[in-house]
């Protein structure tokens, strides 16, 4: 008996390998493609390379470009703006939510992820969905669901379907100097298979700025 | 007889001092999302909103220097108001016109993020510390503030003068300076913002006021708001507030 509590009692760490949740605020930039970290970590994949299904990439073919959000101060979603070069992040965490807030308000805005509750039942679409997050050992887990369709998935105006589930899986590498970041996409109305890339977040020692869109007249 | 205090009571006593001591240290967490508290709901506790919605305007002219208020007569709705083509509105107009934030407190520093995020943005409050000796100009400035006791007191210098101070559009300088005070008031129901502002270039004296919030139950959730949701309708009040200006540059030559 007292052998299954002490396994009942383990199995937490088990399933938290990495010991307790680690503290990521602070300030982050995305690194250049070009960049090559210790280790050889690079950033990986991007917007620009999903597959489309064959309807979707006739649509695609068909938008004007001069309407995209990015250039109408508008949000892009964070499929988008996570992986531009040079995205500056700050991460702001209390007990209940972790809040990403971005520099650039106009087209990355404020993400509110909420690590004590799951998916609304009945959700209303969002620019940004609703995101919920949780850990797993040393990763902060975000899976957001729940987005309205006006943002695109790449400046090439790949549009996406309001099924499209985001999840992106955050942790802390090379002594917390710099966060992995995997996004991964799946849209099953408009990608022929999920999509994931991988960016590297640089911790900077800095404060956040104002930053203001203003689109070409 | 001398008092012998037994050392079980000395410990305790210790224990309990460090206790009260930490209590009286610790500062309060006020993290949550708050709405503008209506004058209805705060008038039981004997608290108002002070020139409510457009009064505020009323509050701050007879402050306004004879410059300010000709530079303020001199404007345009449309092409003045940054707020109307999604530029930020400053830190000025916050208290009354984002009327709901999120307070996020953590050690060492304040974050409250406006429900109007495009145009209220995002406020940072770092904790005992001075200012930088020359802020960059920055639409909200730079906030400092201290814990005294229960009251948060926040000072912010190094604003642009590209904002207003209300919707008025009543003009301040780079010298402008906001302080405020905020405590909990009504058993904690409400939080209170004494706000006063000065600017020796634009102001004759300094105005004061107070905005009550009021926190909503833990679990409530600030919506997302865009501002250039309807690009169509924004594009069109940019595009006006543009010819208004340059006719009006085309007149000065």
């Known amino acids: 008996m007292r052998l299954i509590v002490s396994i009942l009692c383990a199995l937490p760490m088990v399933a938290q390998p990495g010991g307790q949740a680690p503290d990521l605020r602070g300030v982050y930039q995305s690194i250049p493609d070009r960049m090559t970290l210790p280790g050889g970590l690079k950033n990986v994949g991007a917007p620009a390379a999903i597959e489309l299904l064959p309807e979707a990439a006739r649509q695609t073919r068909n938008v004007d470009l001069k309407s995209d959000p990015w250039k109408i101060c508008q949000p892009v979603g964070p499929f988008r703006m996570m992986a531009k070069e040079h995205t500056k992040i700050e991460l702001v965490q209390v007990s209940a939510m972790i809040v990403m807030l971005f520099e650039d308000l106009s087209h990355g805005m404020m993400r509110n992820i909420y690590l004590k509750r799951g998916h609304p039942a009945r959700l209303e679409e969002t620019w940004l969905g609703d995101s919920v997050g949780r850990w797993e050992g040393d990763t902060l887990v975000v899976d957001t669901v729940g987005f309205n369709d006006k943002t695109w998935l790449n400046e090439e105006g790949a549009q996406h379907s309001d099924a499209l589930h985001l999840t992106e899986r955050i942790h802390p590498v090379l002594r917390g100097q710099f966060l992995e970041y995997r996004m991964t996409a799946v849209d099953p109305r408009v990608l022929a298979k999920p999509y994931s890339y991988t960016r590297y977040y640089r911790r900077l020692d800095t404060e956040v700025m104002d930053d203001v869109c203003q689109d070409e007249p | ?253």
């Not at chain 2, 400053?90 to 060492?108: C, K, N, T």
């Not at chain 2, 400035?141 to 003068?161: A, K, M, Q």
């Open chain 2, 1 to 253: 007889m001398r008092n012998v205090l037994s050392p079980t009571l000395v410990v305790s006593l210790g224990f309990g001092l460090a206790s009260v001591l930490a209590q009286a240290q610790a500062p309060p967490d006020w993290t949550g999302y708050y709405t503008l508290a209506p004058n209805r709901e705060l008038a039981p506790a004997g608290f108002k909103q002070d020139a409510p919605g457009e009064q505020l305007n009323d509050l701050i002219i007879p402050h306004l220097q004879p410059w300010a208020k000709a530079r303020m007569e001199a404007t345009d709705g449309i092409a003045d108001d940054t707020g109307q083509v999604c530029l930020p509105d400053g830190i000025f107009r916050y208290p009354s016109m984002a009327g709901r934030f999120v307070w996020l407190q953590e050690p060492g520093r304040i974050v409250m993020a406006f429900g109007n995020i495009n145009t209220a943005g995002v406020r940072r409050i770092y904790l005992d510390r001075p200012h930088p000796k020359n802020p960059i100009p920055s639409w909200n400035g730079h906030s400092v503030g201290r814990w005294d006791g229960n009251t948060l007191i926040v000072d912010t210098v190094g604003f642009n003068d590209k904002s207003w101070l209300f919707g008025g559009m009543e003009p301040h300088t780079e010298e402008a300076h906001l302080m405020e005070r905020a405590r909990r008031v009504a058993n904690g129901a409400f939080v209170e913002l004494n706000i006063t502002v000065e600017d020796r270039h634009a102001l004759n004296s300094p105005y004061s006021y107070n905005r009550y919030y009021k926190k909503q139950p833990d679990g409530a959730e600030m919506p997302e708001d865009v501002c250039a949701e309807d690009p169509d309708t924004w594009k069109q009040f940019r595009n006006e507030a543009l010819k208004k200006q340059q006719s009006r540059l085309r007149q000065l030559k």
